[in-house]
Each structure stands twice: as C-alpha cells, then as structure tokens.
C-alpha cells in the first residue's frame, strides 16, 4: 500500500498529441501498472473478445468522430512505453467490465458481472442559493476497487490544450492512462459520474451500422466543450453501448442529472425550490421506470439508500449554509459500514450469505477511492485520498480561459478575460 497521502498532480500542455505523452510520461509506472492488472485473464470481459472490440470498433471509432482524443492516447502510449491498444482498454474499462454474458448485439436481462462491475458513486451538485458564499458546487464520492487507493494508482490531470485548439483548460480525476473520470473546466462547467446498467446495454458487432465508443470519453468531451448547450449535445449524439449517470452543473447557476442507455437521455432535475441533487446507482426519471421495454440491472446494495443519507446529511444547511467541510462530512456518513456512503474496504469474506443466491453479481472489495469537490465559481477542487472520513484534502486551482466566445460571436484568445470574475 502506497503511504503517499494524496495522489500525483499531472500537469500536461500543449497539443493533444504531446499533452498525452506529458502525461504518459510522467505517470509511467501507474499507467503500466494499470494495463498490467486489466490484462490479466477475467478482470473484464472476455480477452479474445476485448481485443476485437479494441481493433475493431473502438479504435476505428475514435478515430473517427473524437481524433483529438485518438492523438493524446496516442501520446500517452509512447509517454509510458504501452501500445496504444492498452490505452484504449484502460479508457474502456468501465464498458468492458459489464459485457460478461452478453451476447453480441443482445440485449439481455441476466448477466454475470465481472470483478470490476462492483463501483459505485455518489454524486451531487449545489447551486448558489444553497451554498455560504454563492458558490455552485459539484461533488462525488468516487468508489471503486479499493486498489486503486492501495496501489496508488489515480492521478489528478491537469491539461492546458494549445492555443490553437480554442479549448478550455481542465482538471480531472483519473485512474493513470485515461482521459479523465470527473472533472471541470476553467468555463466553470463540472460532470461527475454514477455506474448505471440497462438490459439496453449490449456487445457491439463489427457490422452494426451504429458506431460506438467507451462512454467514459463523453466525460471529457464535455469538458472540452464551450458551454453548456454544446455539452448537451455531445452527451445526445455520443454513440455508445452501455448506460451511464451524468451529473452536469456550471458556474453560470444550473445542473441536472442525466441517466444514458445506449439509445436514450433521461434527464432528471431538482425540485424548482431545491437548488441542489443528488444521484447514485440506480435510475430515477419516472419516465424510464414506467417503462416495460427496458430495465434496470442494478444488483441491489447501497445506492437505495446513499442518496437519502447523502441528503439528509446535508440538508440543514441547504438554504444558503452548505459549505466544502459540511459536504465532507455528509459524505462521511458510515451506515450500513463498510458498504456505506464512505465505503471501506471489507475485512470480511464478501458477499457470504447473498453469493448463493441466483444472479448473485460478484462485489470486487470497493473502497471510496477520492472524495471531490470541484468549486465551479472559483475554479478550485478540494480532492481527497481515499475515504473522505480520515483522508487529507488538498486544494487545487484550475487557470486558464474563463470564456471562449464573445457575445459577436468572434473567437478568444485563451488566457483573456472578458467576463468579470464570478463571485
Ligand atoms: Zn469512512
């Protein structure tokens, strides 16, 4: 287990291309340590079929339709001495993970889930009018396989892309080799993400008509957008295989959850006079539970309740009190431990009762990996080590252009300032 008490800060500029290999580079040992351990036989789906799926649809894909994000796995590959193959994978892993029993281009309602289906998440966004200071907030209790946290091996990444490129500047959490998990940009635009399954999701084939991409790419496609509206967009058109939760807001003063199947966006909003949300693991629009086409594959455990703790932790203070420290310690909250809102390691045999059960979906041991809170108006993140309860927090801050298009419409050199400071 690694004693570093907070995760390496990778700073990477430039063209995609080489802030790829600054970032490959500079996490080497992490991002080799990554590929080493989603190679090995079982911890995704099926290798024969991993590889297919790479070669076959991902990268042809990518290249396609996200050719900056081709060139900076590229980068990364060379940066840290793996195939750019293996950097796909990485970036695919969370949709890889759940393919074990689907059939190709079946949808199907029974799967047996592999080792790496296990994460969970908590996500919420705090507008001004909820928070001390006027501040929006966006925040997430990332919880995954507890060796992320053990073996060191998520980075907090930094790009600056080039001038060139119009784009903003970004700071995202990541596990080292992919392009980001949750993050926001220097627009004051943040997503977060919850793990969602849909009988919808399924296997592509190579003679499929529809392309399809690793949905965790459509995080930071949305991050490299130039507002709200364009994310929007990205997040309808982006083609994908498995389901997702998307929780958005921006500095400007709004946010909503979206729940994604690969053909549909629902789209959840917080009650008029409820400046704030909170999402986890399973769906909630009424729209898709009424539904009698399509299910949801949530195997049971703490999203039924994470999201009531979360709220009623937090809840006092939500008439213009919350602050970063209060939001921890709601998101400290230890019922049902360890498989609680701050999820911990369990000391225990897992699963000994439920794992004879039928469909019984094998739980990897999870921990809260980072607890993150990105202060969308200020443009800082107070991000976490591991279980926010007894992690240390660190306080980052994002520079960079805080407006990319002029109200003529006319484009903006990164770097300059046309709108005053959000307070
Ligand atoms: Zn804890």
Same mark, same amino acid.
């Given at each position: 287990?690694?004693?570093?008490?907070?995760?390496?800060?990778?700073?990477?500029?430039?063209?995609?291309?080489?802030?790829?290999?600054?970032?490959?580079?500079?996490?080497?040992?992490?991002?080799?340590?990554?590929?080493?351990?989603?190679?090995? $036989? &079982?911890? =995704?789906?099926? +290798? #024969? *079929?991993?590889?297919?799926? @790479?070669?076959?649809?991902?990268?042809?894909?990518?290249?396609?339709?996200?050719?900056?994000?081709?060139?900076?796995?590229?980068?990364?590959?060379?940066?840290?001495?793996?195939?750019?193959?293996?950097?796909?994978?990485?970036?695919?892993?969370?949709?890889?993970?759940?393919?074990?029993?689907?059939?190709?281009?079946?949808?199907?309602?029974?799967?047996?889930?592999?080792?790496?289906?296990?994460?969970?998440?908590?996500?919420?966004?705090?507008?001004?009018?909820?928070?001390?200071?006027?501040?929006?907030?966006?925040?997430?209790?990332?919880?995954?396989?507890?060796?992320?946290?053990?073996?060191?091996?998520?980075?907090?990444?930094?790009?600056?892309?080039?001038?060139?490129?119009?784009?903003?500047?970004?700071?995202?959490?990541?596990? $080292? &080799?992919? =392009?980001?998990? +949750? #993050? *926001?940009?220097?627009?004051? @635009?943040?997503?977060?993400?919850?793990?969602?399954?849909?009988?919808?999701?399924?296997?592509?084939?190579?003679?499929?008509?529809?392309?399809?991409?690793?949905?965790?790419?459509?995080?930071?496609?949305?991050?490299?957008?130039?507002?709200?509206?364009?994310?929007?967009?990205?997040?309808?058109?982006?083609?994908?295989?498995?389901?997702?939760?998307?929780?958005?807001?921006?500095?400007?003063?709004?946010?909503?959850?979206?729940?994604?199947?690969?053909?549909?966006?629902?789209?959840?909003?917080?009650?008029?006079?409820?400046?704030?949300?909170?999402?986890?693991?399973?769906?909630?629009?009424?729209?898709?539970?009424?539904?009698?086409?399509?299910?949801?594959?949530?195997?049971?455990?703490?999203?039924?309740?994470?999201?009531?703790?979360?709220?009623?932790?937090?809840?006092?203070?939500?008439?213009?009190?919350?602050?970063?420290?209060?939001?921890?310690?709601?998101?400290?909250?230890?019922?049902?431990?360890?498989?609680?809102?701050?999820?911990?390691?369990?000391?225990?045999?897992?699963?000994?009762?439920?794992?004879?059960?039928?469909?019984?979906?094998?739980?990897?041991?999870?921990?809260?990996?980072?607890?993150?809170?990105?202060?969308?108006?200020?443009?800082?993140?107070?991000?976490?080590?591991?279980?926010?309860?007894?992690?240390?927090?660190?306080?980052?801050?994002?520079?960079?252009?805080?407006?990319?298009?002029?109200?003529?419409?006319?484009?903006?050199?990164?770097?300059?300032?046309?709108?005053?400071?959000?307070?």
């Amino acid at each position: 287990m690694s004693t570093s008490p907070t995760y390496q800060h990778v700073v990477a500029c430039g063209l995609p291309y080489d802030r790829g290999y600054a970032h490959g580079s500079q996490a080497a040992a992490k991002v080799q340590r990554n590929v080493e351990y989603y190679r090995q $036989a &079982g911890r =995704l789906a099926e +290798s #024969g *079929m991993v590889q297919k799926l @790479i070669r076959e649809i991902y990268i042809p894909n990518i290249t396609a339709h996200y050719p900056s994000g081709w060139e900076e796995m590229k980068g990364i590959a060379d940066g840290a001495s793996v195939s750019v193959e293996d950097v796909v994978l990485l970036n695919a892993r969370y949709d890889l993970s759940r393919l074990n029993g689907l059939s190709v281009s079946e949808p199907q309602s029974q799967a047996q889930e592999s080792d790496e289906d296990a994460h969970e998440c908590t996500t919420a966004f705090f507008l001004a009018p909820t928070t001390d200071g006027g501040d929006v907030l966006n925040a997430v209790n990332w919880d995954m396989n507890a060796r992320l946290w053990h073996d060191d091996v998520v980075i907090y990444l930094e790009i600056h892309p080039h001038s060139s490129e119009s784009k903003p500047s970004l700071f995202l959490a990541a596990e $080292a &080799g992919q =392009l980001g998990r +949750s #993050g *926001m940009n220097s627009l004051g @635009i943040g997503v977060t993400s919850n793990s969602l399954m849909s009988t919808e999701d399924y296997i592509p084939d190579a003679d499929a008509t529809r392309p399809v991409m690793p949905i965790s790419l459509l995080r930071r496609m949305i991050l490299e957008c130039s507002h709200l509206s364009e994310a929007m967009t990205a997040t309808q058109q982006f083609p994908r295989h498995v389901s997702n939760g998307l929780t958005l807001a921006t500095a400007e003063g709004f946010g909503l959850c979206l729940e994604l199947t690969p053909s549909r966006v629902y789209k959840v909003y917080s009650p008029v006079d409820d400046a704030y949300l909170v999402h986890t693991n399973h769906f909630t629009d009424p729209s898709f539970l009424a539904g009698e086409a399509v299910y949801d594959r949530y195997p049971g455990g703490s999203s039924w309740f994470r999201r009531q703790r979360l709220e009623q932790g937090i809840r006092p203070y939500v008439r213009g009190r919350v602050t970063a420290p209060q939001l921890v310690q709601a998101f400290s909250d230890h019922l049902s431990f360890p498989e609680s809102l701050c999820c911990h390691p369990d000391q225990h045999p897992p699963d000994s009762v439920i794992r004879t059960l039928p469909g019984y979906p094998y739980r990897s041991n999870a921990a809260t990996v980072a607890c993150l809170i990105y202060n969308l108006s200020q443009r800082t993140i107070w991000a976490c080590k591991g279980p926010p309860c007894h992690g240390t927090f660190e306080t980052f801050t994002l520079k960079g252009p805080r407006s990319l298009t002029r109200p003529t419409g006319d484009a903006v050199e990164p770097g300059e300032e046309l709108r005053p400071e959000i307070p």
